[in-house]
């Protein structure tokens, strides 16, 4: 029988040419693409076809499709808890990282892989462009760049190890034990402009493919109508970034 290997980091994706890549990036300087899988749905800008990860195809038409979402992604979990003690699974817009500048691999393996039965979790932040700060480009260190985060309340990101359980409605809603030592960093927002082209993207797919369980993104977020409100929602609860985001030194 093949042992389990230590950690995987994971991720899914559609049509994410400008996301996907930052993930990448940021997890790579962790592990090596042997460790690190998308899981691809449906994309037609190329944004998968040459990456030296693994990709794991799982073709489905509708956009936002919740239900089937979550089905799909507790399988694949469940298939790489098989093969890894601990499996990092988040959204291409997620970058988890330790607040005392500890290599994320390194910490992760160290604190839960004799811990099989503890699934820990993350606190989640919007980082925002605010006034006049530049544009991020690829390859840019954010820490550098942007000075305000926003706090997702009552939201949380999750580590699984094999206690895992059925992956939540909406992805944010994690479960497990708080670790105060990592945060979750989604960038969304990390230009303004990403929200809305993401937004207005989405549009065009569900007019095309149409839609299944949205668990209600249509009508909170995927409206162009609604962007500013959203934007104005998340910059009215900004909070000068802390110390650990800003002096990271994987961010």
Not at 142 to 147: A, L, M, P, T, V
Request: net charge neutral.
């Amino acid at each position: 029988m093949t042992s389990k290997k230590n950690i995987c980091f994971a991720t899914f994706a559609r049509n994410e040419r400008i996301r996907l890549p930052i993930w990448l990036n940021h997890y790579r300087q962790f592990i090596t693409d042997d460790d690190i899988y998308v899981i691809d749905q449906n994309t037609t800008d190329g944004s998968t076809s040459n990456l030296t990860c693994n990709v794991i195809n799982e073709p489905h038409e509708g956009v936002f499709d919740h239900a089937w979402l979550r089905q799909m992604l507790t399988r694949n979990l469940k298939e790489l808890l098989k093969k890894y003690h601990i499996v990092v699974l988040n959204e291409c817009d997620e970058l988890m990282v330790t607040h005392n500048n500890e290599n994320l691999k390194d910490y992760l393996i160290k604190t839960y892989k004799r811990q099989p039965l503890k699934n820990g979790a993350t606190s989640l932040f919007d980082v925002l462009q605010f006034d006049n700060e530049q544009d991020y480009v690829l390859g840019d260190k954010i820490s550098k760049i942007r000075n305000y985060l926003c706090k997702w309340q009552g939201k949380k990101h999750t580590i699984h190890t094999s206690c895992m359980k059925e992956l939540p409605n909406g992805f944010h809603s994690g479960y497990g034990y708080l670790d105060n030592n990592l945060s979750t960093i989604h960038i969304q927002c990390l230009n303004s402009s990403y929200l809305t082209e993401k937004i207005k993207q989405r549009i065009k797919e569900k007019e095309v493919h149409g839609q299944g369980d949205d668990f209600a993104c249509w009508d909170v977020h995927y409206k162009v109508e609604v962007i500013d409100k959203y934007m104005n929602d998340l910059l009215g609860r900004k909070e000068l970034a802390p110390n650990w985001f800003k002096n990271n030194i994987y961010l």
